[in-house]
Every structure is written in structure tokens, then in C-alpha cells.
T-cell receptor, first 112, second 113 residues
Framework: GENVEQHPSTLSVQEGDSAVIKCTYSDSASNYFPWYKQELGKRPQLIIDIRSNVGEKKDQRIAVTLNKTAKHFSLHITETQPEDSAVYFCAAFLNSGYALNFGKGTSLLVTP | DSGVTQTPKHLITATGQRVTLRCSPRSGDLSVYWYQQSLDQGLQFLIQYYNGEERAKGNILERFSAQQFPDLHSELNLSSLELGDSALYFC????????????FGPGTRLTVL
């Protein structure tokens, strides 16, 4: 199956700084890459996703970049706020469907 | 609220027992996925159903089984429970069951004592 490596496992930034989380995948046929945010004890919530036909997508303070040649994609959060503190998961979705393979998660802490 | 519902929220049971977890997908979604989340294994895909039929299997143990009913709700059955089965079990749903967005339910926390 698809292997998704995610780094770093923990990230601590000061409020207002930027945070970057990186993921790599192994299958070049992968064509859909979502990012989920999970607060403690809550469900994973989709925050942004990107498909293989674009290299970057932005939604307010959140952006995702995709490098298909290098097989990696990254989440960028600018002007971080304490409420951004959570675990972030990247995932890869094989071209053939059918399930998400998740990275191990990044625990982001934004300190005031 | 993603529109996906799961019951019960919490379940405490003993080793060797059997439990059933229930999931109702978002209105209009035909596909249901089950995931297990434990501290050491992260989010692991178990099984997927699409319009009543099994579509894909992941790391699902033989002691576990699932089905999707004609009204599209799904149940995950866990039997001969072991301490290591304690985890959060999430259901997700999507429209087509292929490369579209999956929306997660609130999860069922299973504790096996």
C-alpha cells in the first residue's frame, strides 16, 4: 500500500510565526492529498486538500504545495494562533481509490 | 458537525466480549469507511463499503467484521475482544467512494478491560 511519511512529529511555534509540515509518499500514481486537523478527543476535520493537477492551493492562512516529481507535499500555516494547536495529519489517496493512508501526525503547539 | 453520526460515543467492555459500533453517513453519501485510531498506530484504515458492497479491506482483523445496510448505515462488529483493541473507532463517508473528500464522524471510544 501507500506509505506516507510525515515530519516533524512535534512542532512548537510562537503566535504569529509560520508553521510548515512536510509529507512524502511512495506511489507516483497518487492523485489526491488531504490534510486533516484533529483536536484532542475530536474527529479529524478536513482543512485543505490538493489534487495532482495543481501545484499549490491556498485558503486564507493555510496553503498546501505539491511536488509530484519529488513526491512530497507540505502544509503551510501563516500567522499562527493558539487555536491552531492540534494534531495535523496528511494523507494520500491512491489513484485506484479507495482509502486514505495517513501520516503519523504532527502535534503543533502555538504558544502566545 | 460533518453530518456523519456514530453510536455509542463510549463503550466499556471486558476481554472476550463482542460489541457493535454503528455509523450513519452524510445524506447522499454512498460510501462508508472505518478507521481505527490508537496511540501507537495512528489512523489505520479497516474497511470500506460502497452502496452495500464491500469495496476495500485494510488492516482489519479476522475477529472484526462489518456490513452496510440498504439504508446505507454501517455496523462494525468486534468480537473476542482483547486489551489491544482499545482505541477510537471512526467512521467516515464520501459521495462516490473514490477520490473524493471523506468526512469523519465523532468516533466511538472503545475501552476493553
Amino acid at each position: 500500500g501507500e506509505n506516507v511519511e510525515q515530519h516533524p512529529s512535534t512542532l512548537s511555534v510562537q503566535e504569529g510565526d509560520s508553521a510548515v509540515i512536510k509529507c512524502t509518499y511512495s506511489d507516483s500514481a497518487s492523485n489526491y492529498f488531504p490534510w486533516y486537523k484533529q483536536e484532542l478527543g475530536k474527529r479529524p476535520q478536513l482543512i485543505i486538500d490538493i489534487r495532482s493537477n495543481v501545484g499549490e492551493k491556498k485558503d486564507q492562512r493555510i496553503a498546501v504545495t505539491l511536488n509530484k516529481t519529488a513526491k512530497h507535499f507540505s502544509l503551510h500555516i501563516t500567522e499562527t494562533q493558539p487555536e491552531d494547536s492540534a494534531v495535523y495529519f496528511c494523507a494520500a489517496f491512491l489513484n485506484s481509490g479507495y482509502a486514505l493512508n495517513f501520516g503519523k501526525g504532527t502535534s503543533l503547539l502555538v504558544t502566545p | 458537525d460533518s453530518g456523519v453520526t456514530q453510536t455509542p460515543k463510549h463503550l466499556i467492555t471486558a476481554t472476550g466480549q463482542r460489541v457493535t459500533l454503528r455509523c450513519s453517513p452524510r445524506s447522499g453519501d454512498l460510501s462508508v469507511y472505518w478507521y481505527q485510531q490508537s496511540l501507537d498506530q495512528g489512523l489505520q484504515f479497516l474497511i470500506q463499503y460502497y452502496n452495500g458492497e464491500e469495496r476495500a479491506k485494510g488492516n482489519i482483523l479476522e475477529r472484526f467484521s462489518a456490513q452496510q445496510f440498504p439504508d446505507l448505515h454501517s455496523e462494525l462488529n468486534l468480537s473476542s475482544l482483547e486489551l489491544g483493541d482499545s482505541a477510537l473507532y471512526f467512521c467516515a463517508s464520501s459521495v462516490s467512494g473514490e477520490t473524493d473528500t471523506q468526512y469523519f464522524g465523532p468516533g466511538t471510544r472503545l475501552t476493553v478491560l
